[in-house]
């Protein structure tokens, strides 16, 4: 059983703050004893948040690696594409260099960008941090209930992801397995909306957030909204 590690703070901009912190210590972490830093970034609105904080750090952007855990199917500058997000309130304003950020180029079609995904990610060992968020069915990333997650030693870094219940509905994502390869894992969960699939987590339900499972563990960040009853 992967050690889920649950630290539940006062707020939306606690967690953010908390996490900042954490992503700030993972770069300097990586940075100091391998040259580089791979993150894998969250996709949704959650993150909106610590992103728009990332700017501020004192580090050294050069050796950052951007990895997106999953990517809608939408035009190179569509809002909805969780790489937009990112880039708006921070990316644009860093000096990462270009090819360090790996977009996942869902603008050539599904099958294209699975397969430009996984040539990019050959070679690349294990993350240093994964940011995920969790959906209020309990998806994390673009995998979601009732779909293949992409679990086991077999399974393919890439999935081509069709029919999600989440609009738009053709993804692409990570798998679980490779978003399991990585150093360290953070959730960030925030609002009421969250607190059913949090409860249904800790409670052994077989989610997709709990098919994670990095031999690290993974880190729970929620706001009191979301974390209900944890004490
Ligand atoms: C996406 C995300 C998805 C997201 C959760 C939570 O593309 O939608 O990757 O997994 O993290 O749905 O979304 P919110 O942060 O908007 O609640």
């Known amino acids: 059983m992967t050690p889920t590690r649950w630290h539940v703070l006062p707020d939306a901009p606690a967690v953010a703050a908390e996490a900042r912190r954490r992503v700030e210590e993972a770069a300097r972490r990586a940075i100091g004893e391998r040259g580089a830093f791979h993150i894998v970034l969250a996709g949704g609105t959650t993150p909106r948040l610590l ?10 952007w050069s050796r950052w690696h951007v ?7 939408a035009a190179a500058n569509d809002p909805e594409r969780n ?21 996942i180029p869902t603008e050539r079609g ?12 050959a070679g690349v060992g294990d993350f240093d941090l994964v940011l995920l968020g969790l959906g209020e069915d309990g998806h994390t990333a673009s995998l979601f209930p009732g779909h293949d997650w992409g679990v086991g030693p077999t399974a393919p870094d890439v999935l081509a992801i069709e029919n999600a219940p989440k609009p738009p509905p053709q993804r692409v994502s990570l798998s679980a397995a490779r978003l399991s390869r990585a150093r360290s894992v953070l959730f960030l969960v925030t609002g009421a909306g969250k607190r059913e699939a949090v409860a249904r987590w800790r409670g052994g339900g077989m989610l997709p957030a709990a098919a994670i499972t990095p031999a690290c563990g993974v880190d729970v960040l929620l706001d009191a909204e979301s974390a209900g009853d944890i004490v």
């Open 83 to 103: 790489s937009v997000m990112a880039q708006t309130v921070w990316l644009d304003r860093v000096p990462i260099p270009a090819a360090q950020v790996h977009l």
């Open 110 to 121: 599904l099958a294209a960008a699975v397969e430009a995904y996984r040539q990019a990610l």
């Open 67 to 73: 990895w997106f855990g999953d990517e809608r199917v």
């Open 51 to 60: 992103y728009s904080l990332l700017p501020q750090l004192a580090t050294d």
